[in-house]
């Protein structure tokens, strides 16, 4: 799917992580100092953010937005819609984005959506909110994603444990002039190498789904928890998205040294080098801020803004962004934003 939007204008973007981490040296013990290292060296990742006992996504993401609006002087009445992406609900019911428009305090007649996306999750919240304003039924709406995905991993298996933090982002969008291009994929014959086999209708946890189960290079998990394919999602990345970016860069007359930021969704450093390469672009225009996070889903090309907010405003990097995020689904989406002029705030933690 391709879209082009003139309405839709960034205002404002915002994110939390917990105070709670994990240092990966910590799990030596566990793992071996040598494995622990190796992972390390190759993911770029040396810390993980985990969210405390009874800690919500949905608590990181009001944490977020409490701090976006109170800098940008925005009342919450005034926001008509609010989109949640996550793939850890508060509930199986309600939507959380229903709660979140109460304990938020926006009004009864504001539109709520959740998305039931992981990685690329943040475009396809943007391209949601970016309708309903095009389309004229809204003046502002909120992009709450992110995920507490460290309770979804298995402390048994390290292939996932040591790359998966928690994180939560907020995104403002409203009315105004902009230009920004978006093409979104998908592809569900690949559901197979990302996901939690048990859990819904289709399997039902039981006694059976929480037995452990030892697999490659002695890893443990259960059918509730993540399995991941490592192999199989390199290989999804690195076939779908240099050919998606070019194809967005044709829909945009952008010439790809033109772009200041390509935002993309910080999976671990090891795919985002290989990208970058593959790709042939500057090894600054893709800015990698994992290290001391951890791939926190939805919320990590937001995230990642945020920490590299400051470089990358002065270097007059923000005026062209493209943003990819690619995972769980499979699905993967990218867009083409101005943030010049959007306040992007410093994360804090919650």
Known sequence: MKSKFTKPLIKGIATAIPKNFIELTSLSSMYGTEEVK?????????????AKEGQCTSDLCVAAVEDLLVKLEVDPSTIDGIVFVSQSPDYKMPATSVLLQHRLGLP?????????????GFV????????????????RVLVCAGDTSTRMVHPG??????????????????KGESTSHYILKTDGSGAEHLIIPAGGSRKPISEVTSLPIEVEDGNIRNAETLRMNGMEIMSFVLREIPPMIDELLHETGWKKEEVGTYALHQANKFMLDYLRKKMK?????????????????P???????????????ENGQLQKVICCGFGV??????????????????PIEA
């Open 157 to 174: 298996d390290r292939s996932v444990r040591m790359v998966f933090g928690d994180g939560g982002s907020a995104t403002l969008i409203e």
């Open 329 to 346: 689904g499979l699905s993967w989406a990218s867009c083409s934003l101005d943030l010049s002029s959007t306040l992007i705030l410093d």
């Open 299 to 313: 919320a990590s090309i937001p995230l990642m803004l945020s920490i590299k907010q400051q470089e990358l405003n």
């Open 124 to 139: 396809y919240g943007l391209y949601q909110a970016s309708m309903l304003i095009e389309a004229g039924g809204c003046e």
């Open 108 to 120: 009864t007649t504001a539109v709520a959506f959740d998305i039931n996306y992981g990685c690329s």
């Open 38 to 50: 190796k992972i390390i060296a190759s993911t770029g990742i040396e810390q993980v953010r985990v």
């Open 281 to 297: 672009l500057q090894k600054n225009s893709v800015p990698i801020a994992v290290s001391n996070v951890g791939n926190t889903g």
